[in-house]
T-cell receptor, first 111, second 114 residues
């Protein structure tokens, strides 16, 4: 069973912020939220992950709600190169044995 | 560092043939994974390994075998290839520290079974 729910597709104008939502209502207290993206047919690329605090790095920000049942990935200034499939993943267990990828959100950035 | 290296990048097989997809990483990672991705679909976990000598099944293991005799290498064996195994295969590795979270992927091996 899928542990995350994401919209199948989203559009964003170049230069604007892209806000990608993810629902993970069955998340356990010790499970992390991970975000990856896949550009065209390349191997997926790690973006960011978090447990309960908001996180920011050079690529994106991750906002996790206080009840941890949903999160939002924010790309502050989307470019055409951010067009990709974005995967929100909840680790099946904290031992980190495997990440299970869902269908993700296809983000299309246009000029 | 080369990261995760997969060979071959492309291969065409006939039904019933066998082959091995090679995966090597030079980051001394304990955890290694094989995923497959069918056209227009997400990634499915085939097998994974938490260290040399230890492997476990993922979501779609049927028709595949793996071994992990060294930390660096994690080959995926396809026995009796079938058209349903036409896919892009990705190998990945991670350090094993869950807090880092980052999976490193190879460039993929594109397999067609005719």
């Amino acid at each position: 069973d899928a542990k995350t729910t994401q919209p199948p597709s989203m559009d964003c104008a170049e230069g604007r912020a892209a806000n990608l939502p993810c629902n993970h209502s069955t998340i356990s207290g010790n499970e992390y939220v991970y975000w990856y993206r896949q550009i065209h047919s390349q191997g997926p690329q790690y973006i960011i992950h978090g447990l309960k605090n908001n996180e920011t790095n050079e690529m994106a920000s991750l906002i996790i709600t206080e009840d941890r049942k949903s999160s939002t990935l924010i790309l502050p200034h989307a470019t055409l190169r951010d067009t990709a499939v974005y995967y929100c993943i909840v680790n099946p267990n904290q031992a980190g044995t495997a990440l299970i990828f869902g269908k993700g959100t296809t983000l299309s950035v246009s000029s | 560092n080369a990261g995760v290296t997969q060979t071959p990048k492309f291969r065409i097989l006939k039904i019933g043939q066998s082959m091995t997809l090679q995966c090597a990483q030079d980051m001394n990672h304990n955890y290694m994974y094989w995923y497959r991705q069918d056209p227009g679909m997400g990634l499915k976990l085939i097998y994974y390994s938490v260290g040399a000598g230890i492997t476990d099944k993922g979501e779609v293991p049927n028709g595949y075998n793996v071994s992990r005799s060294t930390t660096e290498d994690f080959p995926l064996r396809l026995e009796l290839a079938a058209p349903s195994q036409t896919s892009v295969y990705f190998c990945a590795s991670r350090s094993g520290q869950v807090q880092t979270g980052e999976l490193f992927f190879g460039e993929g091996s594109r397999l067609t079974v005719l």
